[in-house]
């Protein structure tokens, strides 16, 4: 018995090293896919350039006053671009990260491959 | 004894592989390798892991295989890294990173083709190490989520499912999706214990895997071993206990793979249902060791001789699960908190910056942020009830409830829901802000105060973004601050105006009798939305306190055990009446940790025993375990009391039988431990044998509530016994019990007292509490209550001297002379009425040598010797006898026959120290040289 479990033990582990790269493109895709998308809204929380726009002609700091509602909607005007522009960036962060899980083994392949390239 | 139901899974079993899904390798024809399961909610769950030697073993190697993979790749990972700097510094190529102007970049680029290579290697194996760690965590599948339209337990016999199907045909048929295999929803751990199990069952030679041997399993992991610890039980014991039953049964060849018992297969089956039902994603250890406990009536059995009920197993569990839902709620809160505004301000900026109100309140939003704030637990439904009246329009919560019941924790939990968004539309991104009235009152004359108020109400509402709390809002309520006459301080109507107005939202808390006499009748009242808040019952004071114990395990360096929690809660219910749960148990457990830690030492249990010795000393009620002295005192009480009372043995019999049955708590909890009347003439012992029990008892003479009732002999002294209305303080009677709940009431010469005074005691009698004039209960269930009578003496005594016998003589008493001046309700109440004898010269006698005793020992102190001579006793019995007055003639007697001339003999310097006196026959005191 002792034996066919070593057996079993050995091809499972070889049978891993070739699900390695599977699981990263299927399982392990879907792992980081789902992470990224926790961190953008994370971010879309933290910046919210919609809660901003919902409440541009809203006065900052309670200046009911004409003046307080052109300063503070002007304001907010810049304030929705400069987040949205922020969470764009915080978006396309998140990409790349998702753009380098799927180029990560590739990067270490190629490093590999590269070297034995040189080598001859 | 039944420690948890049992219930029966209609499970259904595969004969032909036996439950192992294969036959010689082969996938079994009958049943698909489903083995065993059953149908429920539409699906059918089956267990789909073989429970064979071969997988076990499998299993095992996996999970050594895999630590040691891990920690290999991670090590090779390493060791490439390692070699790569290496070669780095022994090149001295860190010198050119600073000559270099590219700096670093250069120095990455131009990197030997062998370190390159052994840094891309590297991490090529940590990648896969992180790999493994990720699949490893991974659970194969989660339980079904719990399906609130599903709520009856459609498993019990009769159910509807399972009279559709009852075939593994036609389970087959059904589609994949439905088919789920519960074995993938067990954790790594629980499968572990399940191997042990069947490894246990194999090495000791037994047919088939039961659920003691998951039990004895599940005892050696950490998680189970913790849980039976919080019970007060070590682990290593109850694996001894039951070793012996493993020893004793060993049936079969150890190389034999034993079977699993149809009991067993329940046990999964009811774990994976547990899961269901506490809303678990996976089936843990917990789970499995409800399961094993409910099928085996043996584990039952010992746990039950262990003190263990199925409650109480049920609690701790739960405290684990408590604490896992804490931690996690902290890590989700502390991730919360970072997003949130640390400056007051709401995420889109509308709000005003309030620097006055600042100057005299506290941001409890701020304060939770930084995490100062409690846990607030089990108070979800009063939580609920305030969000509901806060999103059903513009009214203000007004908490009411008594000190201590944890009102404040309730805003504190309120606080920490609004870090979390987990509040209606109305508190979202808005800051709770407390108003502390003593910073507004202070330094201020009245107007002052009161502009200060408008000035922060303006600002409030100004802000937009404050909700208002305002703890104790009855101190701002008709406060006179001492000023000229007039200037008293009654913002309730400008503050109602405020709050009325809705431009803001009002919390407030009051206390109950503040509600009733000052908020009813102010302008506040319309203003708000009254929300109760009851004293917690014990299983909600648990839950908190499990909640809490944390810190004083970590501050005091101990364990509790839930028995200390249990008692903690049990007795702070029962004998600490001035302060509500769960704040009266906390202090209890407060004090038993630095108890248990300066008794036990550090990492010490504690134990109901510490907490009970805690509590005994706070109330002076013997609350610990009976020791064999104890028990033999108890035992023996009738003859210790003789010491003191001469005959009456009805009486001296019916009280030690009261005490003994109040230490083995065999008696009801909600009256008087025992109600006596003591009848008889004067001087008789009805008030020594009181005092005598408050000695042996209560633990002193003094040790006892005595109310002279002939004091008492109008309607108006009730107010003395329980305060007067309106009047501060409280009476002698409520005061006196307070201050010593466990003690002993002598009403003496209750026949003197007025009717409506004796109808106040019929309540006492009855239900062991009385209300005093400030609305507090006060508790009267450990009290012995004596009353006294010489009602009813001259007809004692002429039936006495007729010779009618005594109990003739009482039941006469009761049924004529007592209704004058009892009713018979009163009278009724009594758990003993006694009728006391008159005292023969023979019990004279003897009372003679017990007060000659006191005597002799008030010498001893002062160092002279007083001796009894012969016949001394029998003249003092003869000079101090009277049928009629009973041992007080006796008193005179030696007050006049010895005491007096002792006291002579002393002033005039005849007797000295190491002097020796006889008390002769003729009452004579003779100086020995």
Redesign the interface.
Known sequence: MYFLVFQQILGEAILDLVYFPVWWYSFGFGHAAKNCWVWFLQGNARLAPGLWLKNIFVPMFGQYDWEGRIISFVMRFFQVIMRSLALLVWLIFCVVLLLFWIGFPLLILSGIVQLFIKAR | MELAKQINLPLIYCAVCAGRGRIRSKLCRSCHGLTVGFFKRRNFLYWGYPLT??NF??ER??RI?NRL?FFTVLAIGLNFWVWAGVIIVRLGLLKNIGASALGPLWFITNLP?QV??L???G??FF??AW?RS??ERAIAAEVERFDYNNLPDQTLPGAPEEALAQTFADAIKLPHKLKRNIADTFTGEARQAIGLAFRLAQKSGHQAVSPLHLFYSLLSLGRIGNIFVRLGVSPTSLEKALESLFKNHSTQSRALAPSILAETWQVLFLAYNRAYEEHQKYVSVTELLEAAIAWSQTLQEILFDLGIDRQKLINVIVWARVRERLHREAVQFRSAAR?RSKHGMD???????TPYLDRFSEDLTLLAQRGYTEECMAREPEIEEIFRVVEGGVESVLLVGDYGVGKKSIVDGIAKRMIVNDVPNRLFDKRLIRLSTSALLSGARPEEALERLMIIMNEIA???NIILFVHNIHELIGVSLGGAAGQSLDVASSLSQFISGGRFLTLATTTTEAFTHTIRSSALSNAFTKVEVREMDENQAIQVLESKVGYLEYKNQVFFSYGAIEKAVQYAKRYLHDVTLPGAALEILTESAAYARNHKGAHALVLGEEVAAVVAEKTHIPLAALTANESTKLLNLEKTMHERVVGQDEAVALVANALRRARAEIRAATRPIANFLFLGPTGVGKTELAKTIAEVYFGGENKMARLDMSEYQDASSIYRLIGAPNQPGSGALTEAIRQNPFTLLLLDEIEKADKDILNLFLQVMDDGRLTDSTGRVVDLTNIILIATSNAGTSFVSDQMRMGVASEEIKNKLLHGQLRDYFKPEFLNRFDGIVLFKPLSEADIKQVAGFMLKRIINDLDAKGIKLEIGAGALDFLASIGFDSEFGARPMRRALEDKVENKLAELILKGQLKRRDTVILDGQGNLIQQP
């Open positions: 030697p071969y073993a499998l190697a996996r295989f993979r083709k390159m290579g840094f891309w290697l991490l090529l990648t896969y790999y990720v699949r997003h995420r889109a900026m509308t709000a005003l910056a100004r802000a937009r």
